[in-house]
């Protein structure tokens, strides 16, 4: 294969990654590794060729996360750098084993090494604590195509990844081989998931119960106005969304660090700007419960550091975290901690060092954070208060209905980012978590995009960048639990296993090759 075919081949593959995140739809993505399967056809089994390929590979995964995630660039440009690096890292261990494999072992064991270890990898990738950013987790590029991916309610996000390399798989099988025996499978491996999804779309049948929720969009400038502007200005803009909030609204919700105020973690009702939200709405909204982001401060009476995360200023330990709050609910449970933070800015895996140089936008510092998913309560209905990265995570929605939760809210600050696409696939994804956990969604973002999902995925109503608003809807009550809520990423954690036990067979076939034990 020449030179210049190569260069087609990583270009076909980029043209076909990438256009999921862009806009587009992510169907192109069931034949997007075939090009680059195609020049590791066309090397030998010699090291030389292996570090080849492994460059063709780098290559076209790098420019996957060029042409996907710059728009981090506009917070900082170490952010996707590093978001890259890593992202390039566990794709190429998925693709370069299996190009190890197919030169020394049979086709099928590398078939499901690439398959099973890629959403290993992936699965691997997500569950990190620190150093996690799955924006290009193959299955989330079915964000604008949930109708394609119903069965994800199964699965989860995995799922569609797997389905992802199957199809690529089968696909290219067909490419080099050229038969109508070979053509069979490709056709059913990416007709028969499509036909199932379309069944379960339009067979689906939404509950009975609803309840009204509104979202404010403030549409406040995050670099100029959110944290270093005048809180008063702040405090007037809300008031003012909520005046034009309906009184038959059960719950209304704020952003993400919508409340000009640091609130005291132990007593987050007692702050001056939640008792002036609580007064009004207690006057003007009585049957209302206000769902708000907000910073909190938990101090700790302590000569030691209690946390990993805690900050130590005179002498005094305490932590930041990024919350979801409640205002006039039914319950004592008011506060949640967001349980996901962004790399680079509100979690480092080295404090001190790399905070100084990668920043993905959002609240400076290494935040504190728990596991626990808090549901809030009014009138009966539990509501789960996911906080915008969480939204990435589907387990991170799992947990929420695992405690009840009827009916998901989200609280998001895109503007960090500008009008790009990082903003609008970000609402996107909880379309994905919609279909998931077959939960309705009210999401309420500063700058865009705010509005109602259904649980079926379907998009209702929204607002988008640079408008300020309240929309108002009624959105489903739901109780029952998905295979996904109750077994979580369990395509992951299979295809963890079968990676490991597809790599101990490989080892056991390589000491027998090389002793002619087998041919």
Not at 114 to 125: C, G, H, M, N, R
Not at 197 to 217: A, D, F, I, K, N
Not at 335 to 340: N, Q, S
Not at 401 to 415: H, K, P
Request: proline share 4%; aromatic share 12%; glycine share 8%.
């Amino acid at each position: 294969m020449s030179l210049k075919i190569k260069l087609l081949c990583v270009a076909l593959s980029i043209a076909m990654l990438a256009p999921a995140w862009l806009g587009g739809s992510g169907l192109t993505l069931l034949v997007a590794l075939v090009p680059l399967m195609m020049i590791s056809a066309s090397y030998s089994d010699s090291l030389r060729d292996w570090w080849r390929m492994a460059g063709w590979a780098a290559l076209t995964f790098v420019l996957w996360n060029a042409a996907t995630i710059w728009w981090v660039w506009i917070a900082t440009p170490a952010g996707p750098i590093t978001a890259t690096i890593f992202s390039t890292f566990w794709n190429l261990v998925g693709f370069m084993l299996y190009h190890y494999a197919s030169k020394r072992a049979s086709r099928a064991l590398s078939y499901t090494l690439l398959a099973f270890t890629w959403v290993a990898t992936e699965y691997l990738y997500t569950s990190a604590e620190v150093l996690s950013f799955p924006w290009l987790t193959l299955g989330n590029g079915f964000s604008g195509d949930v109708w394609a991916v119903q069965w994800y309610s199964l699965t989860g996000v995995f799922g569609g990844s797997l389905w992802v390399l199957l199809c690529n798989i089968a696909i290219f099988e067909f490419v080099i081989r050229r038969s109508k025996r070979a053509a069979v499978l490709p056709v059913v491996v990416v007709a028969v998931p499509l036909m199932v999804s379309l069944v379960m779309y339009w067979m689906y049948e939404p509950s009975r119960q609803e309840v009204q929720v509104s979202v404010l969009q403030p549409n406040v400038d995050c670099y100029e106005e959110k944290f270093s502007g005048n809180e008063q200005a702040q405090m007037k803009n809300i008031l003012g969304l909520l005046s034009q909030t309906p009184s038959s609204s059960s719950v209304a919700v704020l952003p993400e660090t919508a409340l000009p105020e640091r609130l005291d973690d132990d007593e987050p009702l007692q702050g001056y700007v939640v008792k002036e939200l609580a007064s009004f709405v207690g006057g003007n909204l009585p049957q209302t419960m206000l769902v708000s982001g907000a910073t909190t401060i938990k101090e700790y009476d302590t000569q030691s550091k209690p946390t990993p995360t805690a900050r130590v200023s005179w002498g005094t330990y305490y932590d930041v975290y990024n919350s979801a709050i409640a205002i006039n609910s039914d319950t004592d449970d008011v506060l949640h901690h967001k349980m996901r933070l962004v790399i680079g800015v509100e979690a480092m895996p080295f404090t001190g060092f790399l905070d100084k140089f990668v920043d993905l936008g959002g609240i400076t510092g290494q935040l504190g954070r728990n596991d626990k998913a808090t549901v809030f309560e009014k009138a009966g209905v539990k509501y789960g208060p996911a906080i915008c990265y969480e939204g990435i995570y589907g387990d991170c929605f799992a947990r929420f209905v695992r405690e009840g939760a009827q009916t998901m809210l989200v609280m998001s600050n895109d503007g960090w980012w500008g009008n790009t696409p990082g903003h609008k696939r970000l609402f996107d994804y909880c379309r994905l978590r919609a279909v998931e956990c077959r939960r309705a969604i009210a999401r309420s973002a500063n700058t865009g995009v705010s509005g109602f999902i259904t649980s079926r995925g379907d998009v209702v109503e929204s607002m988008g960048w640079d408008k300020r608003g309240v929309l108002t809807a009624n959105v489903e009550v739901r109780d029952d639990k998905t295979m996904y809520v109750l077994y979580g990423d369990w395509v992951g954690r299979l295809s963890l296993l079968v990676s490991l036990l597809g790599v101990m067979y490989l080892g056991a076939y390589m000491v027998k090759r090389k002793n002619h034990l087998v041919a």
